[in-house]
């Protein structure tokens, strides 16, 4: 299938006018599936007040002899609820299914007030109409942000049940995308996946129970839990950190503390401690002895530094040999 590009892909704008209200029909590309109350009350007070300041842009449907919204319809659906018999409206030409999606991700740049997953939706759409997978010509394409694609591809991951948690029309109900997104990096970690025990679903489940009950201080927390993994894997200690995990699965009582081990931390430190080590040898052989002659301070320090590191490795020999 030959590429699409930006350009041609807005239809061309045939006329602005007025229609009934109840003539018009929602679009079923429409990357925004969800419309709070509470957001749709204060819009529809306003428009109560001064009426629809900002035509809807519709096209006309030629199969359906419809006409359809492109955008506008949180002021079509509070239009309806104030019983207004007609509303302004800026007709275009019947886009394609392509140039809908597109046309509806420009227009609306997804507006900060937008749930993440229906938009994953509507991409997934388009990529597979384009065959496009590539994060950079997506972002063209739609106007959304690269990182924003990144992060849609990855609720696209989750299994459908998961993806309808993100669409309940209940905002109390409704599990945030930051969630999913978060716990990806864990439950797709390839470090996890090979673990004996894991199961991917069995832990999501688990995590999303974690989540309901309010035992997770934010889901960022998964950040520390795929960095006390990697830090173990580079470690050598696969088995303990396995068994933590495991635990920390099971029992949704024990924090993210839990996968801490003492001898990670403890390689960890001597890793970062022989990176700083490194770089004062490194300058204590650049110095010029005649040149800082006068430094005292820095000869003693020197000096005291010295008798550390001798004191240090006579303790560690003791303990080698025996």
């Known amino acids: 299938m030959t590429k699409h590009t930006p350009s041609g892909m807005s239809p061309e704008m045939v006329g ?21 109350r509470v ?19 519709v096209y006309r449907d030629s199969r359906k002899h419809q006409l ?3 955008d506008g319809e949180r002021r079509w659906r509070c239009a309806k609820e104030l019983k207004l018999r007609i509303v302004p409206v800026n007709v275009v030409r019947e886009p394609s299914l392509v140039q809908n999606i597109v046309t509806m991700f420009q227009i609306h740049k997804l507006r900060a007030d937008w749930e993440l997953m229906p938009t994953a939706l509507k991409l997934e759409v388009l990529m597979k109409e384009l065959k496009e997978k590539k994060d950079k010509r997506l972002a063209v394409l739609t106007g959304l942000d690269q990182a924003v694609v990144v992060r ?11 993806q309808d948690l ?64 990697s830090n173990a894997h580079k470690a050598g ?17 024990l924090g993210v503390d839990h996968l801490e081990l003492a001898s990670v931390q403890t390689s960890a430190h001597a ?18 002895p005649e040149e800082w002659l006068g430094e005292e301070d820095l000869w003693k320090s020197l000096e005291r530094l010295a008798a550390a590191i001798r004191k240090k490795l006579t303790e560690a020999g003791r303990r080698l040999n025996g």
């Open 237 to 253: 200690k696969l088995r303990p950190i396995s068994d933590r995990l495991r635990e920390f699965t099971e029992n949704s009582d």
């Open 68 to 70: 359809v919204i492109l």
């Open 152 to 162: 849609c591809k990855k609720l696209l991951d989750y299994p459908k049940r998961y």
């Open 39 to 57: 957001d749709l009350d204060v819009l529809k007070e306003s428009i109560h007040k001064v009426g629809i300041l900002v035509p809807l842009t």
């Open 166 to 229: 993100m669409l309940d029309p209940d905002p109390d109900q409704r599990v945030k995308a930051d969630f999913f997104i978060e716990l990806y990096v864990v439950r797709n970690d390839r470090v996890v996946n090979k673990m004996p025990w894991f199961r991917k679903e069995k832990f999501t489940a688990a995590m999303l129970k974690r989540y309901r009950e309010k035992k997770l201080k934010a889901v960022t927390d998964f950040r520390i839990v795929k960095q006390h993994i």
């Open 271 to 288: 890793s970062a401690m022989h990176r700083r080590v490194e770089k004062v040898l490194s300058e204590v052989e650049a110095i010029d």
């Open 16 to 36: 602005v006018d007025t229609v009934p209200t109840d003539e018009l029909a929602p679009n079923p590309h429409n990357p925004r599936m969800l419309f709070d």
